[in-house]
């Protein structure tokens, strides 16, 4: 039995004074009258706990634009897009001249039904993060798996998407279509983004034999991207089997690609389809997209015509030397590996370690981010620069596969 039931029954029944009752019971006498009012208007839904929201909220956020979060919500999810609450505050931001909060926008698509709920997971405080601190620090590579449709609509041949993401950024360094990557295919597109964006300082990828031999139990030697790396002096990382999470950046993004993919009102029926929806998709997520990798500091590019592009022009080789990996297009900056604190790894899922980190000795170069000594900052969503020298491997498409041309430029329209 509830205190105001107590205090009502010894008030009316028992025919107590309210101060009477109020010192029995603890409470204040004004209370007791208040009680004994809202009983003779209400009956027995005095007893019932009263909501203590206010009657009116001068804050709260118009209906217009309530119906027009839930309508960003329907047009992001139908286009296969982020559509939670910090993308959603970005699109009013910069579309709408809007400025609401995301946790504003969090309780409104809540109130709507339009979340739902997920099961408990593990705390935020359990997992480790780790980021490069520069561009070029670290590139992270994956390849994933996507069903090609026939004309008549049915399913056909399973096609790979290759993956390079720059760990700091999350630029989409290159992301290649083709029926099965293999070893060569692997070294091709990463000298193709090293013509783009000059020499990382180090790689991380998971076990795959495309880009490590070191558990396949001492057979073989090295494969092509190892060899490769040797060459060039950048510190390969490999995470630990059964460890997806070392690679989450890139990982995520391939989920980001498929849900996009998947709903696209015409699915790619040819690897050449699928090619040109990945360099649409490549240059909505790195020049149009709200980038949530630098928080609050989200600056996209504006969107530009889509114009053709011809494959990386060749660049000369970078030379192998203790002290440096550049290229003739990228300007040396101080090594953010230097440091204990330039080099972070996972406490739940290290990179292997290396015998002698090359991190110590070498510097971090990036031919997109990385301003040149005496030029004004920019952003480092500016557009690349461009080499004026060749490489001395130009991306050539694999074997039975067509050729194609990168374009900067999207053919998406912003959400409005």
């Not at 009013?92 to 946790?103: D, E, I, K, N, Y």
């Not at 498929?258 to 020049?287: E, H, I, M």
Request: glycine share 6%; aromatic share 6%.
């Amino acid at each position: 039995m509830s205190k105001a039931r107590l205090v009502l029954t010894a008030l009316l029944v028992d025919r107590q004074t309210p101060g009477e009752v109020a010192a029995r019971y603890g409470v204040h006498r004004s209370w007791v009258y208040k009680l004994k009012a809202r009983y003779d208007a209400d009956g027995e839904a005095a007893f019932e706990p009263r909501s203590r929201r206010p009657k009116t909220s001068p804050t709260a956020i118009p209906p217009a634009t309530v119906a027009l979060i839930t309508e960003l919500r329907g047009k992001l999810t139908a286009a296969g897009l982020d559509a939670g609450p910090d993308t959603i505050a970005w699109h009013l931001r910069h579309h709408h001249g809007t400025t609401v909060s995301a946790s504003t926008v969090s309780r409104t698509l809540t109130r709507a039904g339009l979340v739902t709920p997920t099961p408990k997971k593990r705390p935020k405080s359990s997992y480790h993060r780790f980021a490069a601190t520069l561009p070029n620090e670290t590139w992270q590579a994956d390849f994933t798996h996507y069903r090609l449709t026939r004309s008549d609509g049915t399913p056909g041949p399973d096609a790979e998407v290759l993956t390079w993401l720059d760990d700091h950024s999350r630029y989409a360094l290159d992301v290649t279509a083709h029926a099965r990557v293999t070893g060569p295919i692997v070294l091709a597109a990463f000298r193709a983004a090293l013509a783009w964006h000059g020499t990382p300082a180090s790689t991380l990828t998971d076990n795959g034999m495309v880009f490590t031999t070191r558990l396949s139990g001492g057979k073989g030697g090295r494969n092509a991207l190892e060899a490769e790396l040797r060459r060039l002096g950048v510190a390969q990382k490999n995470a630990r089997p059964n460890h997806p999470t070392t690679c989450g950046k890139v990982e995520r993004f391939q989920q980001t690609l498929k849900k996009w993919l998947a709903a696209q009102p015409v699915q790619p029926s040819t690897v050449a389809r699928l090619q040109a929806l990945l360099d649409q998709f490549a240059a909505y997520y790195n020049t149009q997209r709200p980038h949530r990798s630098l928080p609050h500091r989200a600056t996209p590019r504006p969107p530009t015509a889509p114009s053709p592009r011809p494959n990386p022009p060749p660049a000369a080789t970078p030379t192998p030397t203790t002290g440096s990996g550049t290229t003739a297009s990228t300007t040396a900056v101080a090594s953010p590996c230097a440091s204990p604190a330039g080099c972070t790894t996972s406490a739940s899922a290290e990179p292997t370690p290396e015998p002698t980190s090359s991190c110590s000795s070498r510097t971090c170069t990036s031919a997109w981010s990385t301003p040149p000594p005496g030029s004004s900052s920019a952003s480092w969503s500016s557009t690349p620069p461009r080499t004026t020298s060749p490489p001395e491997h130009p991306k050539a498409p694999p074997e039975n596969e067509p050729a194609r041309t990168h374009d900067r430029g999207s053919g998406l329209s912003p959400i409005t």
